[in-house]
């Protein structure tokens, strides 16, 4: 498959619905072309401020407007994110991606606190991802200078469907900051979620949303939506297997070079299933058993899993070179700063808050 090739929605689309054996076996080779199919690459999500964020994502408990059961935290002490690194990388870990439930990266104490926590991680020789919401480019650069490798913002869905999904920042402010981190010398991780409601039109809109960066991103994390008590989203089925499969198949058809990671939603999977997955191109998963919020299987459990399937984990920090065509037909337009707050009305976000408010009164 040339890595290089300009796709259009159509053809995404007919590789999404190829039967499916046939669609993994095209996935698997592809894969073996540009990765070993023998290693995974297990990450540690540390969840480095929890709780309490204005957004209203409708997928996520850590917004403050719904009533969920998690534990708020303020921003983690450095030493402790670094103690909790070091023991994930004694148990396999060679990527640690820290995540802050804040609308957007402000100047200031935390980010400071935030910078001496990436210094300290990038001395351990592991790769270091952050995911801190909305980020000018000068807030990136100075990320990057202290030994960042990666900046993770999901653009989750298709530029239609976000409009169901969020409406405290449109899918352009999202666009802005990945086009803010790629200025800097962030490599790019950005993916999205499934299971939400959306159409296979959205799953590949989503892929077209991610072409039309200027380059393709490194990191592309398929989560499968785990439906929390209180968020708009409670009562979305689990997203078949077979749907995740396919996405990660078509993500690695069409994102060659790049990392694929099977993220959020593993608890949710068999381990048959999960190992379709990595046989369709996945090529990295979130170890511990949480991640930000959701429960996520033990470090055993994985191990054993790799064990079965005659997988290991990888070692060292990898050196992405590839690029995909930029798509110059539809140029980015990028601003610093000054993000949206478009705040339409989203039914199940409106009802979930009224929710959410009229429990919390009741627990006064
Ligand atoms: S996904 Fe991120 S920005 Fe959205 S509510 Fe959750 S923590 Fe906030």
Known sequence: MDSDKTWTKEEILNIYNKPLMELIYDAAEVHRLHHDPLKIQVSKLISIK???????????????????????????????????????????????????????????????????MVKGLSSMNMEVCCTLGMVTENQATRLAEAGLHYYNHNIDTSEEYYKEVISTRGFNDRIKTLENVRKSSLKVCSGGIIGMGETVDDRIGMLMGLLKLSEAPESIPINALVPVEGTPLEEQEIVPIWDVVRMIATTRIVFPKSTVR???????MSKEGQALCFMAGASSIFAGDKLLTTPNPGDNEDMELFSILGLTPTEKIK?????VKIRKDQPVVVEDGNWSRPNHIIERNVKATEKGKTKRKALK
């Open 262 to 268: 099977l993220s959020a939603g593993r608890m949710q």
């Open 319 to 323: 050196d992405y070179t590839g690029k």
């Open 50 to 116: 929890t709780g309490g964020c204005p957004e209203d994502c409708g997928y996520c408990p850590q917004a403050a407007r719904y009533h969920t059961n998690i534990e708020k935290n303020n921003l983690m002490p450095v030493e402790e994110v670094l103690a909790k690194a070091e023991a994930a990388k004694a148990t396999g870990s060679s990527r640690v991606c820290m995540g802050a439930a804040w609308r957007n990266v402000q100047d200031g104490e935390d980010f400071d606190q935030v910078i001496e």
